[in-house]
């Protein structure tokens, strides 16, 4: 019966202007979940109805006489295509009919990328990986699309297509290369299906939530090298802390005649009391790598105004005595301070 009718409405001027009879459905567009009930209803547009009715493979609605407005009920929508045809019969002219645009769906099962995680383990840095998203038993495929993220910021995004509308386990993959940022950043992919404009909002559905963890080579904190001046009181802080993963380890080398009671602090900072001209040499290595940072230490320049002070102090003095010279020396060669007159008597 089905295959006779679709073939009369294959055949039949449907919505032509020569039809004296026209349908509408509410809602035309619909998104029923797999399980659930639906409800549509069709309403005929003319005065000379004689009467209408609902055809389908799976959910029949007789022919009824005298109405102008039929509602097909399904109580449990099982089959994953709903194709129902509502046509309506006037008393005169051809018979028009209309197919409601219905999508049964299914939310995913299971959202996952825990599997593709534990075969990768630790990554390292500058390698490429793929790590996949798996959605288990979803439907319609052709609605789906994937969005990952990396501490809560889309990096990629994929989108399906397909005809078909049974339920189905795809897979998206991300390649991404490992860096140091990724290290200790969540991951996770999330399911979307969107029946937007049919659906008033998207469906999703994540995964949960995974720790990357990246091995990368040590990077010093401050700069690569510093040039630094030795102050008066010779203490002199030296910091050479890094990051890197695992754990970085210090190796230090100083100028030779620098004692070793003069150092102190942990392995990444130390701490000169009596520092000394000379470039420090701060090794910091773990598994994946090394990287050398090197401190040049010089004098700090004088203070030239406590020299000039100085100076000018020892310049008094000697003319002081140039000048003492001059006044009290006698004919002998010896100092004497009461100088008189030639002819004049002493006093003493």
């Excluded at 399980?35 to 959910?59: H, K, R, V």
């Excluded at 990629?156 to 290369?177: C, D, I």
């Excluded at 040499?281 to 598994?287: A, G, I, L, R």
Aim: charged residues 15%; hydrophobic residues 35%; aromatic residues 10%.
């Amino acid at each position: 019966m089905w295959t006779v009718f679709m073939l009369i409405f294959l055949a039949s001027p449907t919505g032509s202007s020569g039809s004296s009879c026209e349908v509408v459905i509410t809602p035309h567009l619909s998104v029923v979940r797999f399980g659930d009930s639906f409800t549509a209803t069709c309403n005929a547009l003319g005065t000379e109805i004689q009467g209408m009715g609902w055809e389908s493979p799976d959910f029949n609605t007789p022919f009824k006489e005298g109405v102008s407005s039929l509602r097909l009920q399904i109580d449990k929508v099982q089959v994953w295509k709903i194709d129902p045809i509502c046509y309506a019969t006037p008393f005169e002219g051809d018979q028009c009919t209309k197919i409601p645009n219905i999508t049964v769906y299914q939310s995913p099962k299971m959202v996952s990328i825990s599997q593709s995680l534990d075969d990768i383990g630790v990554m390292r840095e500058g390698q490429l990986y793929s790590i996949e998203c798996e959605i288990r038993n979803v439907a319609p495929t052709s609605r789906l699309s994937v969005i990952w993220y990396i501490e809560y910021v889309s990096v990629y995004e994929e989108r399906f297509k397909g005809s078909s509308h049974l339920p189905a386990t795809v897979s998206s993959f991300l390649n991404m290369t490992a860096n140091r940022s990724h290290d200790r950043s969540d991951i996770w992919c999330e399911a979307k299906l969107d029946f937007r404009p049919e659906g008033e909002s998207p469906i999703l559905r994540p995964s949960v939530l995974h720790r990357l963890a990246v091995l990368y080579a040590p990077v010093c904190s401050e700069p690569a090298n510093e040039t630094l001046k030795i102050p008066p009181s010779g203490n002199v802080t030296l910091n050479c802390s890094a990051i890197g993963n695992p754990k970085p380890s210090y190796d230090w080398c100083y100028p030779q005649n620098l004692q070793s009671t003069a150092i102190n602090g942990d392995n990444s900072i130390r701490t000169l009391t009596f520092a000394l001209q000379g470039v420090y040499t701060c090794n910091v290595s773990n598994s994946q790598g090394n990287t050398i940072k090197y401190f040049i230490l010089e004098e700090a320049e004088r203070d030239r105004t406590t020299f000039g002070i100085l100076l000018g102090v020892f310049l008094s003095l000697g003319a002081l005595i140039i000048l003492g010279g001059a006044l009290f020396l006698t004919r002998r060669g010896t100092f004497s301070f009461i100088k008189c007159p030639q002819g004049s008597p002493s006093i003493i």
